[in-house]
């Protein structure tokens, strides 16, 4: 009945390793504790107010980093192609289980207010907290509610790509526009004033590309979804 | 009482310890662990507590969210943008590699059978 005979060799060295990383971390990340860090961010913010947004994170994800955005969008959607081309070829699921009555009604209830949250998030995040990324998601999920709830639903593949290419083709000639006209890649040449601060129509390119992004980011997503909720007739 | 907690170095010092207790029961799952599956989850929860990390060591007391209420106010006294942004495309590509990695297991289990990595030695013979 002792301690050492109960616990497995693998789990009490696992344990000591992990201990040892963790307390390196920690020893190197307490010693650096600063009260107040003064970094790159007082500057963008001062800089954010040339943009017209009121939302700093929206600017800096969309416009100081927007180059980065797009790079990120390239990854999210070759994952979105490496899931097809893995899972794509199965059936579309024949053994999923009947979903009752209750959740068939309820999701026929909930499907437009979550789109419609997902848009709204979308469409505001640069007045906001919010933004494409997570109305993109939000909007996914409404799919997911669906595709768990219907049996036979499927995201209409050809909606998809339709999206897909235009969002994805749209943030490319956006930026080629801003190279054009003001001679930098995603340069902001729509009217950005700063008075505007605060309504809707105001930032310039930056709430047309993050309504892009959330476009991009709402199919890639739905797609991954149906995607792993697909299974083949011989498991 | 509780004005000492207040202070920025405390908060931050209880931050970094209870992030790094995170980041330590994911890698305690990654290294003992061996139902892939697991691993994955272990590997999120290690990408979580780093999230975590990043934004509360930046947190500052009685600053605001960065986002502006009226044309006239300007950018004082508000948190930086930066690591928002930052986390915001490490969730996303945290997401995108979290995902890949399941259809990956997904497609090996439905090819061999196997969860267990210690079973995974086709490439050996």
Do not use: W
């Not at chain 1, 994952?79 to 893995?86: H, P, Q, V």
């Not at chain 1, 309504?211 to 792993?228: D, T």
């Amino acid at each position: 009945m002792s301690f050492k005979r109960d616990v497995p060799t693998s789990t009490m060295s696992g344990f000591a390793l992990s201990a040892v990383l963790v307390l390196t971390f920690l020893n190197i990340l307490l010693q650096n504790i600063p009260s107040k860090i003064n970094t790159a961010g007082d500057a963008l913010l001062q800089l954010n107010a040339s943009q017209g947004v009121a939302n700093a994170v929206t600017t800096v994800v969309v416009y100081f980093r927007g180059f980065d955005t797009l790079g990120e969008i390239a990854v999210l959607f070759i994952a979105a192609l490496g899931i097809g081309l893995m899972l794509s070829k199965n059936k579309h699921c024949d053994i999923k289980a009947e979903s009752n009555f209750m959740l068939q009604t309820a999701s026929r209830l909930l499907f437009p207010i979550i789109m419609l949250f997902g848009i709204y998030v979308m469409v505001y995040g640069h007045l906001s907290p919010g933004g494409g990324f997570q109305g993109g998601v939000i909007v996914a999920s409404a799919v997911l509610l669906l595709l768990i709830s219907h049996k036979d639903f499927e995201v209409p593949h050809s909606v998809i790509v339709m999206l897909e290419t235009f969002a994805g083709v749209s943030y490319v000639l956006i930026g080629l526009i801003g190279l054009l006209v003001l001679d930098k890649f995603l340069g902001n040449f729509l009217p950005n004033d700063i008075s505007n601060m605060g309504l809707l129509m105001s930032g310039g390119i930056i709430p047309i590309i993050y309504i892009i992004v959330g476009i991009k980011v709402g199919s890639e997503m739905s797609i991954i979804v149906q995607n792993l909720l697909k299974r083949s007739e011989n498991v | 009482m509780f004005e000492y907690f207040n202070q920025p170095e405390v908060i931050k010092t209880i931050v970094t310890i209870g992030s790094m207790a995170l980041f330590f029961v994911g890698l305690f799952g990654l290294l003992t662990q061996k139902h892939i599956i697991k691993i994955f989850i272990s590997i999120a929860i290690m990408e979580v507590s780093l999230f975590l990390l990043f934004i509360g060591l930046m947190y500052e007391q009685s600053f605001l969210a960065p986002i502006l209420q009226n044309p006239d106010a300007n950018f004082t006294n508000m948190n930086d943008p930066i690591p928002h942004a930052m986390i915001l495309t490490a969730i996303v590509i945290g997401m995108a590699v979290l995902a890949l990695g399941v259809s990956f297991a997904i497609e090996y289990y439905k090819l061999t059978g196997k969860t267990n990595i210690d079973e995974m030695n086709e490439m050996r013979h």
